[in-house]
């Protein structure tokens, strides 16, 4: 066991290979925000803006690479970590000075341009979460750690990326030039919460790697330090914490609500088109909309009795029924491919499961869209209209016959052998009836043959 012991210790030791000097006068170099590291950080701050008013993740990833806030905050962390009171105050100087000027610069450019939505980038950094604190605290351990080797490695451009600093107060910006306070607070707290862990890193792993102190400290002000960062740390963490419970409740409920209407309400005869949710009532209201056959009044009471199941029992139950024009239909399946292309835009550039994710939502896509044909729904419903009806489908016509009919279609209806000619002149004038009040936009002839006694045309 000692042996295996020894071995770990060995393999993920971080002591060998550290320069010590070196790390601590590189990072006391960088912080000073003068000069070159100005102009970096105003254009950083433009870029990022850009990024995040057009949507582009590629200009976003530009801005982090060339972003000088990481070197301020590293100093803060070790700073205290070494109790260097002059290095800890130059950190907080620049991080602040580095901060005002990279809100103002995006504030100015948000006033300015042209199209100034919120955008899926913008929208994605206004609710921090306990994952991006993870994300902060281990993108700062990576880059204090690569960046205390004496062999540089090539993590510190991936550190600049994983920690994301500069979109951040961007967006802060964009909720500044837009007077939105929820976007401001959100953002500038995900700034917030990134610079304090990225130095909580600093401050843990310099003291892991035992950097020299520059002042000793006695027993109580050292204690008194460590809970002060402690008590910092958790406190910071709370309203996270609070928006990751809230983030993950949201999910659980929007997922509740798509598996209800897909596994309750949706069936081979009835397709939920889409939905939505009426806060503005008390108790809310699902709104379902649907096409095919209708909801019973008794199919609707089951269905809000299993509501509970799936853990919307809160919410009322309102299916409504679509009936519409063909040109309605292909509007409203269209509104629906752009409402989920649109959320797919948001989660771009994500990991190979969620974008395996996409992939199979894009083929529920494209089986609802061809389930929702109205040609189909229209002949599926003139099949309910009697039982003698066989089959219906839409006749091909050629160039001269589609002159002789006023819409140019006409509708093929197989009856059963042996229908007597009053029950097929009932059944002419149920589908006439159902295409006058349901399909008025129908102009449409009507053929009814008989079937054969081996009739079993399938529908088309």
């Excluded at 993950?248 to 798509?258: I, S, Y």
């Excluded at 919307?312 to 269209?334: D, F």
């Excluded at 002949?379 to 009697?386: G, H, M, Q, T, Y």
């Amino acid at each position: 066991m000692e042996k295996w012991i020894r071995f770990l210790r060995m393999i993920t030791s971080i002591r060998g290979g550290t320069d010590v000097k070196g790390t601590i006068e590189e990072i006391s170099t960088n912080t000073q925000l003068r000069g070159a590291n100005v102009w970096m950080l105003f254009c950083s701050s433009i870029l990022a803006s850009i990024g995040l008013d057009l949507n582009s993740t590629a200009v976003i990833i530009g801005a982090m690479l060339i972003s000088p806030l990481m070197s301020p905050i590293l100093a803060v962390g070790l700073g205290i970590a070494i109790f260097d009171k002059r290095l800890l105050w130059r950190g907080l100087q620049s991080l602040a000075t580095a901060t005002v000027i990279a809100l103002g610069t995006s504030t100015v450019y948000f006033s300015l341009s042209p199209f100034g939505e919120l955008t899926q980038e913008l929208a994605a950094r206004t609710t921090p979460t306990l994952l991006d604190i993870g994300v902060a605290f281990f993108g700062g351990v990576a880059g204090i750690v690569a960046g205390s080797r004496k062999s540089k490695t090539s993590a510190i451009p991936g550190v600049a990326i994983a920690t994301a600093l500069m979109p951040p107060i961007c967006t802060a910006g964009y909720g500044l030039a837009r007077y939105d306070s929820g976007i401001f607070l959100g953002a500038f707290y995900l700034y917030f919460i990134n610079a304090f862990f990225i130095s909580l890193a600093t401050y843990l792993i310099c003291l892991a790697l035992r950097f020299p102190r520059r002042a000793e400290l006695d027993n109580e002000t050292s204690v008194w330090m460590q809970r002060l960062i402690i008590a910092g740390a958790i406190l910071i963490s709370i309203p996270s914490g609070v928006i990751f419970y809230d983030v993950l409740r949201k999910a659980k409920f929007d997922r509740g609500v798509r598996t209800f209407v897909e596994k309750a309400i949706k069936e081979d005869d009835r397709q939920p088109i889409r939905w939505d949710i009426d806060t503005t009532k008390d108790p809310a209201v699902l709104k379902v909309y649907v096409v095919g056959r209708p909801v019973s009044p008794a199919e609707k009471a089951e269905l809000r009795s299993r509501m509970d199941s799936f853990g919307i029992g809160e919410l009322e139950l309102n299916c409504v029924q679509l009936n519409m024009a063909r040109s309605e239909i292909v509007k409203l399946s269209t509104n629906v491919e752009n409402d989920v292309a649109e959320r797919f835009r948001i989660i771009s550039g994500i990991d190979e499961a969620q974008e395996n994710e996409i992939t199979r939502l894009t083929s529920e896509l494209n089986a609802l869209r061809a389930r929702t044909d109205p040609d189909i729904l229209i002949l599926n419903e003139i099949k309910l209209l009697d039982p003698a009806i066989l089959s219906a489908k839409w006749k091909e016509l050629s160039a001269a016959e589609q002159s002789e009919v006023e819409s140019g279609r006409i509708v093929v209806i197989t009856v059963e052998p042996g229908t007597q000619a009053d029950n097929m002149e009932s059944i002419r004038s149920k589908v006439e009836k159902y295409l006058a009040e349901r399909r008025a936009d129908y102009k449409v002839g009507i053929e009814l043959l008989l079937g054969a006694s081996n009739e079993n045309e399938p529908e088309k």
